[in-house]
């Protein structure tokens, strides 16, 4: 499952479950999604992926490169050592900003919020 929130400034996606080719069916809705929403920072939250494939990594790709043309940065938070492999194999762990420290959520969005599911 794949949700979005935002605030002001920020875009939030949740993923949780699998991260590979048998939901690539919905990456392109969910780029196209965010993309629109144009916020400057987007946030992936991986504290819930299960399994991440070299599809996962494209998608995640995908949104980074579309943040970075409209000037934007991409963090990724919750990712563990496998997934940040599969980024690193794919050669774009750079592409992102990676936040070590972060510790998972309650499941309601913080005050200040939208929670729109994909």
């Known amino acids: 499952m794949i949700e979005i929130a935002t605030s002001p400034t920020t875009t939030t996606v949740s993923i949780?479950?699998?991260l590979d080719l048998a939901e690539r069916g919905q990456f392109p809705e969910i780029a196209a999604r965010v993309s629109g929403l144009r916020r400057q920072l987007l946030v992936v939250d991986m504290c819930r992926v299960t399994f991440m494939d070299s599809t996962g990594a494209a998608f995640l790709i995908s949104l980074a490169d579309a943040s970075a043309k409209r000037g934007g940065a991409t963090v990724l938070r919750g990712c563990d050592e496998r997934d940040l492999f599969v980024?690193?194999?794919?050669?774009?762990?750079?592409?992102?900003r990676v936040d070590p420290e972060h510790r998972c959520e309650p499941a309601t969005p913080p005050s200040g919020f939208r929670r729109v599911t994909a």
């Open 16 to 18: 949780a479950g699998d």
């Open 87 to 96: 980024l690193e194999i794919c050669g774009a762990l750079d592409s992102f």
